[in-house]
């Protein structure tokens, strides 16, 4: 039967050699961890958080990038931590190797377009492709007025942490599973026909997206099942299976949302600077609906991304020339006065526009 699992507290020591306890110093649990190498992780989610952890990284690209700085096993460690399947950390400095029963890690972060780039020059192995990624159009800036209900979120969040996890004959902890309903059942089959035949039809990094595609709806739809669990007010059992609401409710963020973000992004990061300073400019001008663009204004005053130096600024203008949105410079604006570096907007650009 398909189904997805829930994890939670609670670890043993480990076992060595005829039967006595290792010794392992007492770890304290975390739900956290910022910036730690796996082995670390993997001594945690062993011996103090078998639930699992959360990486958080104001930037991404400091993991990404340097991934196997100290040791060349580190990138297979993360790919693995996708699965939640068990994991064996063996060294020749460990007197025991390190047995994690459910290798479980989550990462939440932020990168810089032009460092995400970077990360995507290098051969694609999946693990891109397990991440949600997220860019989405920016809003004008507010203050919230409305106060938060830290009492609600708080209570809705205690339900999720106190899940147990239960307990084997061989007195291990493991996940509790919790499967798809028939129809949720079907729902997934028919998603995952879909992920396959679109895939066949994309190249690049979004091929890997649309592989990973079956797998993401499998969680989000847990993630939704008991997020509307915890967020119910009573006494309630948790779910003891996966429903169809939930099921169709992850496989329609993933179409309508997370797909297309991914194909943004994969597209806009893979971009020359050239074509993302020439994409800024394009926006900007369908934004603002210049007369003209002015060189010197926009490098003193609109300082728009990636484009600060004037010959940026002409590089970005020239493309536009030639794609039919600008005309060539204004010209000179007086006797032994420097050219004018101005570009005019095309009128037609206008009606098409409306």
Known sequence: MTFATRRNTGGRPQIGPEGLDAVVEPERPRLIQIDVTHEKVASVLATASPKGVLMVRDELAGFLIGMNSYNNA????????????????????????????????AWFGTIQPERLAQVMSDADDGLLARFSWVWPDPVPFDIGMDPSDTEFAIRALDRLRLLEMRRG??????????????????????????????KELTEGLLRSTYGKARGLALRQALVFEFLWWCARDGI??????VSDAAMKAAVRWICDYSIPMSDRIYGDAACSKADRDTATLARWI???????????????????????????????????????WLTSTAGKTGFQHRPRAAYAINQRLWDHLR
């Not at 580190?74 to 047995?99: C, H, N, Q, S, T």
């Not at 309630?236 to 299976?241: I, Y």
Request: one cysteine or more.
């Open 74 to 105: 580190a990138r297979p460690f993360w790919l693995e931590a996708y699965g939640g399947r068990r994991y064996l950390v063996e060294r020749v400095k460990l007197a025991l190797p390190i047995d994690v029963p459910h290798l479980v890690v």
């Open 286 to 324: 369908v934004q603002e609906r210049p007369s003209e663009v002015h060189v010197r204004t926009l490098q003193r005053e609109v300082r728009l991304p990636g484009l600060r130096d004037a010959a940026d600024i002409h590089a970005a203008c020239a493309a536009l020339v030639d794609a039919g």
């Open 236 to 241: 309630e059992a948790p779910p003891s299976s």
């Open 169 to 198: 004959n061989d007195g291990k902890l493991a996940p509790v599973g919790v499967p798809l309903c028939p129809a949720a059942q079907s729902r997934l089959v028919e998603f995952g026909r879909l992920m396959q035949r679109r």
